[in-house]
């Protein structure tokens, strides 16, 4: 039988070494508040487009070369980004102690998300990201061997510099591990925009 694939969604990666040392350091210059789901984050406090976080050192650079791979990203997927282009208008600290966890979400609202990885500690990286063609009305037999075709998920594991960017719709999760250390990363989500209010 002939097959054939007519959605398929992808995770744009990138290894972004360059901005880890100044990113590291808005870690230490923030006050990070715990949340319910047992990580600090600055979800609350930090929307790019309006916060002074943005003038500290680096920040500028950092969105633009991020702005810069997501253009990257749609332009891979076939869209044409002559006149649109994506910006950002959110972007947070996220810190991870052992055993915390970040249920199963997308970000509705947005065109595209994202995260850069900042430090990542042995035994803390995977990101799952659940198949979006998955529904309950799926065979119940069990799977001889696991493709993008019946995977219910799929676990990626980033390096520290690494970025994702994904389309915001696309569910995913981080699951409790246990490790040494905080798992710091910086998330963000983009709007598309006419080049001429950019």
């Not at 487009?49 to 950092?62: A, D, K, R, Y």
């Not at 997927?77 to 199963?104: A, E, F, Q």
């Not at 509705?108 to 990101?127: A, D, F, H, Q, W």
């Amino acid at each position: 039988m002939e097959l054939h694939s007519p959605f398929v969604t992808n995770i744009g990666v990138q290894h972004l070494p360059s901005h880890l040392y100044s990113t590291a350091k808005w870690f230490d210059t923030n006050n990070l508040k715990p949340s319910g789901n047992g990580f600090d984050t600055t979800l609350n406090e930090y929307y790019s487009n309006e916060s002074v976080f943005l003038n500290e050192c680096g920040v500028g650079e950092f969105v633009s070369d991020i702005e810069e791979k997501a253009k990257e990203f749609l332009e891979q997927l076939g869209y044409m980004t002559d006149d649109w282009v994506p910006k950002i208008h959110r972007l947070w600290l996220n810190s991870m102690p052992s055993g915390s966890h970040h249920p199963r979400h997308a970000h509705y609202g947005s065109c595209l998300s994202g995260t850069y990885y900042v430090e990542i500690p042995k035994g803390s990286n995977e990101i799952v990201f659940i198949n979006p063609n998955q529904k309950d009305c799926k065979p119940n037999i069990p799977i001889k061997n696991y493709t993008v075709s019946n995977s219910d998920s799929w676990t990626m594991y980033p390096k520290e510099g690494d970025l994702f960017i994904w389309l915001s719709d696309l569910s995913h999760a981080i699951p409790a591990l246990t490790f040494e250390g905080l798992r710091k990363s910086i998330a963000f989500d983009f709007t598309l925009k006419k080049k001429q209010n950019v």
